[in-house]
């Protein structure tokens, strides 16, 4: 079943500092780029000859090698657009903001952690759940597809790619990381967070 590019959840107008421009050009062509590559990509793989498949080069290879690079696209643009459109209120008794706090001693000192991993990563900063010690952490991904960590659930996505905020903010990244954070939507975390098996 071929992958469907999901609707923007907010108007693309509607998120402060960050202009419809870059918000309809990071959804509408970046994003769904991604979502059409995937389904090439997937085509493509049902007739690649596996006979040939090398670690050195092959067809079969590069296209399982870009098969994580446009799904992690998908994935990770996704709950980043699905993360925000909010206030950047959040709400203490929150499950997600107590775990938090638990885990970096205050949530002030979550956000400045998110934060400065936003600004040292070339391409992601992901908030996730670890299965494996019950943390919460911040992962820097220099691309899509590093920097996952496996059994870790992400709740949270931050992209820190130029595109998505160079047209607004130049290249002052900073600038940009504390204007997304004032738009996240973190009722939508906390139902990201509280939907991990486990919690």
Not at 64 to 73: I, M, P, S
Not at 82 to 94: C, H, I, L, R
Not at 122 to 140: C, E, K, M, P
Request: hydrophobic letters at 40%.
């Amino acid at each position: 079943m071929p992958f469907t590019v999901k609707d923007l959840p907010y108007p693309a107008n509607k998120l402060a500092g960050i202009s419809e421009k870059t918000t309809t050009i990071h959804h509408d062509k970046l994003y769904a780029g991604y979502v059409n590559k995937r389904n090439e990509i997937e085509e493509l793989l049902k007739t690649a000859d596996r006979n040939k498949a090398a670690a050195t080069f092959s067809e079969y290879r590069e296209l399982k090698l870009e098969e994580t690079f446009n799904a992690d696209g998908i994935i990770l643009h996704e709950l980043y657009f699905a993360t925000m459109g909010g206030d950047g209120t959040w709400k203490e008794e929150n499950a997600f903001v107590k775990k938090a706090t638990e885990d970096f001693g205050s949530f002030e000192t979550f956000l400045q952690d998110l934060k400065a991993c936003g600004i040292a990563a070339r391409g992601w900063a992901v908030t996730a759940y670890d299965q494996t010690d019950g943390s919460i952490h911040n992962f820097l991904g220099d691309s899509h597809n590093h920097g996952g960590v496996w059994g870790a659930t992400p709740v949270l996505a931050l992209d820190a790619y130029e595109h998505a905020y160079f047209m607004d903010f130049g290249s002052d990244r900073k600038a940009y990381v504390e204007a997304w954070i004032k738009n996240v939507d973190w009722a939508k975390v906390e139902s990201f967070f509280t939907a991990v098996p486990g919690i």
